[in-house]
């Protein structure tokens, strides 16, 4: 028995030299040098400068720039027209960026999410239960919050009228 593992061992250990030469040979790096027979003629034969990678030929290259498409006209005219526009949102974005982001993390914290959180998930599991009394609910909600927005906005529009009058500045937007 201890000659069969003795040759199992030895086997294995032949295997792994040889693996491992083979691996080790792809690691090698050679050389090649490539010369023409000597009975053959130098007629496609090329010199050393020709071969440079970064020489360019002078004289033998030129940039022709192509003339533009209708389309590419069009969209040009389109860019030019809108870059107002466009920078006055860009420069209204990067102004308001920062604030919005403050008020998501105030709404973020731990505070709104206990008075926010647990009345919203408890109308929604309701609304599952009861979606009769949801959509009434949410009908007689929904008149209310226009009720009360028409008469803020009726109550702002008087308030402007009576600012822009020349005369009336200083009188109470309840007397006209």
């Known amino acids: 028995m201890e000659t069969t593992v003795h040759y199992k061992t030895?086997?294995?250990w032949k295997v792994m030299q040889r693996s491992m030469g083979l691996a080790s040979l792809s690691l090698l790096t050679f050389k090649v040098y490539a010369?023409?027979?000597k009975?053959?003629?130098n007629k496609n034969s090329v010199k050393v400068d020709e071969l440079s990678l970064y020489s360019v030929p002078e004289g033998q290259s030129k940039y022709v720039e192509e003339p533009r498409t209708q389309l590419e006209e069009n969209i040009s005219q389109l860019r030019h027209?809108?870059?107002?526009?466009t920078s006055w949102c860009q420069e209204k974005y990067f102004y308001t960026k920062p604030k919005v982001q403050s008020i998501v993390q105030w709404g973020i914290g731990s505070k709104i999410k206990k008075l926010i959180y647990p009345p919203g998930f408890m109308g929604f599991a309701a609304s599952v239960y009861y979606p009769q009394q949801a959509i009434s609910f949410a009908q007689v909600s929904g008149e209310l919050l226009y009720d009360w927005g028409l008469r803020g906005y009726i109550v702002i529009e008087d308030l402007w009228k009576n600012f822009q009058k020349p005369g009336n500045v200083k009188n109470p937007p309840g007397n006209k």
């Open 39 to 41: 009975d053959s003629p």
């Open 81 to 85: 027209y809108c870059e107002p526009y």
């Open 10 to 12: 030895l086997h294995e």
């Open 35 to 37: 010369s023409p027979k």
